[in-house]
């Protein structure tokens, strides 16, 4: 047993010294020990330190989901930094507003990314770019990263970075449209990631397949257990071409498949089609969104050897709960209770207790809730409320629940107005706000609608201006080049005026209402 | 109308939201320049299945064959070739 970590990075350097020849990562051709990976991330925080980085700088990774992406995290960390990861799909806007936001100070990318952040360079001049060159030459003003780490040392640089420090930005979806920067700690990373694989049990022998994103909380955590348990995390880029994960899943007997529901029904489509097994998989989890309680039998029979384990959370806390999986038929449509070394309550609106059966707002207590919102002090006073008992902040997770009699817990609604789409988190707002762009538009409602496949699709109602032109195509262009492809909208309805509620506000229920029978219509 | 401009329409209408053909080379690849994601691989697979009258196996839902409009080109036409054996 290695002995517990204050730091996120001394799991990596522990099971580095530990099992220096084990295959830490497999992505696309390549192949790394967990030597290899100290060593690369070990170089670059070197790199990052002559390059002015100082304890609680951040640095932001903007990458495919690859082993660079991957390294990167622990790079920044052994430079004392603050790592803030970005979804290569990420478009320009975005991008500029979370660098501003973050004030990053060193930005680790790709060269075929630069079409995206290439502009932002001029803008931002105190902002340092190091990136990997790959197909696309090097833009001008941008550092080549494998001639930065040449000369630098492969062992770790001297650390000052406490527990209490920060360790990342968690970008994610918030409901006035732009994305809030989620505050962990090392301690609070380091304590999910303990209560985790307690409760799902990794071991090295274990080899956890992925293609979630490296910069959301479930994909994160992928890579985080592997090191920690000193496994192997099999990291594909997405899952966009199901025949080449699944033959990576065969070729290296993955014994962790980490899914969304999306992912589980593109499963079982192909399983129709022809047949598939997953033998080698021991554990199945599920999060993100709910699983639909009608995938598990076929979920069974294509992973046959498989502990099934429902989880919830959130980034703010990153996991609040799991369903043991022995009882995953017995209780499909619960997510269990509190992980390992914390605890949920289920409160009403007075701020007591509800009873059994009833619903209620779920709050999260545990040392894995996030420090803040960064720079939003009045946001995070929201959703962080003091315990007047303990002291310490209890996490809103503003999501109603009820529990049944045994204790374990029933997601009932969500308490925002956030989309689940592919197990992502879709903000309205932000989708309203890139639709108001184009200015035919007079007003813009954007709803979550159910979906089979996506679990909920983006659907746009937009009323145009007076004489004003607009077509389904241009809202969606408007869409394309300013969101995450997931945002934009599946269905887009142009419609001659949105219904308001008594106040004079445009209500996303009312939309819903009396446009049904158009809805339904075009889905 | 030829079998690549058929999917560089498709692709421009339903990816890139555009009829401005200028901004699709054939040999990009759409994962890498973020035009496609995993479900829309599955809407370009059920296009080119009702389109062409071929059935993609699981085992051929590879890059290599589905992500550029050279790739989808080159596979559409060996499928069609063996379907008129």
New interface residues.
């Given amino acids: 047993m290695i002995a517990i970590p204050r730091l996120l990075q001394e799991a990596l350097l522990a099971t580095a010294a530990r099992y220096p020849e084990r295959t830490a990562l497999v992505a696309g051709n390549v192949r790394l020990s967990y030597r290899e990976v100290a060593d690369y991330a070990c170089r670059l925080a070197h790199a990052l330190r002559s390059r002015g980085v100082e304890r609680g700088d951040r640095v932001m990774i903007f990458m495919?989901n690859d082993w660079r992406c991957a390294a990167s995290i622990f790079g920044v960390l052994l430079a004392g930094g603050v790592f803030v990861a970005v979804n290569?799909?990420t478009k320009r806007d975005k991008l500029a507003f979370i660098l501003r936001d973050a004030g990053a100070r060193v930005l680790l990318s790709e060269s075929?990314l630069a079409r995206v952040f290439g502009p932002l360079v001029e803008q931002l001049p105190t902002l340092q770019v190091l990136c990997a060159p790959d197909?696309e030459e090097l833009p001008a003003g941008v550092e080549n990263v494998d001639e930065a780490l040449i000369d630098m040392p492969a062992t770790p640089p001297p650390q000052s970075t406490i527990t209490l420090d920060l360790a990342a930005l968690l970008y994610t979806s918030g409901t006035t449209g732009e994305p809030k920067g989620v505050m962990h700690t090392h301690q609070s990373l380091l304590f999910v990631l303990e209560s985790i694989n307690e409760y799902l049990g990794f071991s090295e022998d274990d080899r956890l397949f992925s293609a979630l994103p490296l910069n959301f909380g479930y994909g994160l955590f992928q890579w985080l257990s592997a090191v920690r348990a000193g496994a192997t995390l099999v990291l594909e880029?997405?899952?966009?071409?199901?025949?080449?994960a699944?033959?990576r899943m065969r070729d290296e007997a993955a014994t962790s498949f980490a899914g969304v529901p999306?992912?589980f029904a593109?499963l079982l489509?192909?399983d129709a089609?022809?047949l598939?097994r997953f033998p080698s998989v021991r554990l199945l989890t599920n999060a993100a969104a709910a699983l639909p309680v009608e995938f598990i039998p076929g979920l069974r029979r294509l992973f046959p050897n498989a502990r099934l384990c429902k989880m919830y959370g959130q980034t703010e806390c990153i996991r609040s709960a799991y369903l043991e999986p022995a009882l995953a038929e017995a209780k499909p449509e619960s997510v269990g209770r509190a992980i390992p070394g914390t605890e949920l309550l289920l409160l009403g609106e007075d701020g007591r207790p509800v009873a059994v059966g009833e619903v209620g707002t779920l709050y999260v207590r545990g040392p894995h809730v996030m420090r803040g919102y960064w720079n939003q002090p009045e946001r995070t006073a929201e959703v962080l409320t003091p315990n007047p008992l303990s002291g310490e902040r209890l996490l809103r997770s503003g999501d109603l629940f009820r529990q049944d009699a045994d204790g374990d817990f029933y997601f009932v609604a969500r308490g925002d107005e956030i989309i689940k789409s592919?197990g992502e988190k879709v903000s309205p707002a932000e989708v309203e706000n890139a639709i108001y762009c184009l200015p035919s538009v007079r007003e813009a409602v954007v709803v979550g609608i159910p979906d089979p496949?996506?679990g909920e699709a983006v659907c746009a109602f937009v009323a145009p201006r007076e004489g004003g032109q607009l077509s389904v195509?241009?809202i969606?262009?408007a869409c394309?080049e300013r969101l995450e492809?997931?945002m934009v909208p599946k269905y887009v309805l142009l419609v001659s005026d949105l219904p308001r509620t008594e106040n004079g506000k445009l209500s996303r229920k009312l939309v819903l209402e009396q446009y049904a029978a158009l809805l339904a219509e075009s889905a | 109308m030829s079998i690549k401009q058929t999917i560089r329409r498709f692709i421009l209408e339903n990816f890139l939201f555009t009829d401005d053909e200028s901004i699709l080379e054939d040999g990009d690849s759409f994962l890498a320049a973020g035009m496609i994601d995993s479900t829309g691989v599955l809407e370009v697979v059920f296009f080119i299945e009702e389109t062409f009258g071929i059935k993609v196996k699981d085992d051929e839902m590879l890059p290599d064959n589905l992500d550029s409009v050279d790739c989808l080109v080159a596979f559409i036409q060996r499928k069609q070739a063996i379907v008129a054996e």
């Fill in positions: 495919e290569a799909q075929h197909t880029r997405s899952f966009a071409y199901p025949a080449q699944f033959k999306t992912m593109m489509a192909q089609k022809q598939l592919r496949l996506l195509q241009q969606k262009r394309g492809n997931y």
